[in-house]
C-alpha cells in the first residue's frame, strides 16, 4: 500500500528556496506586472487577464511538479538509507 506524502509550500521552499521562488512568486509577479501595464497604457484587459489566467496555470502546475520532485528525492533518500 502506498502512502502519498504531500508537501506543503514551506516545506518545498525550505527545501530548494530559489527554486520554489521562482516558480511559485515568478509567474505571478509577471501576472501582475502583465495587469498593471495593461492598465497603465490602455490596452484591452482581455488580453492581460488571459496571459495572467495562463500564468497562475503555469504556477500551480509547476509548483505540483516541484512537489513531486522533492517527494521522489524524498522517497529515494529513505530507500538509500
Do not use: W
Amino acid at each position: 500500500m502506498s502512502v502519498r506524502q504531500s508537501f506543503s509550500f514551506v516545506e518545498l521552499f525550505l527545501t530548494a528556496p530559489a527554486k520554489s521562488a521562482l516558480l511559485g512568486f515568478g509567474p505571478i509577479a509577471l501576472a501582475l506586472g502583465q495587469l498593471l501595464n495593461s492598465y497603465l497604457n490602455g490596452v484591452s484587459p482581455a488580453v492581460a487577464i488571459c496571459f495572467a489566467a495562463v500564468m497562475i496555470g503555469f504556477a500551480v502546475i509547476a509548483t505540483g511538479h516541484h512537489a513531486a520532485e522533492v517527494r521522489l528525492q524524498s522517497l529515494e533518500a529513505d530507500l538509500e538509507s
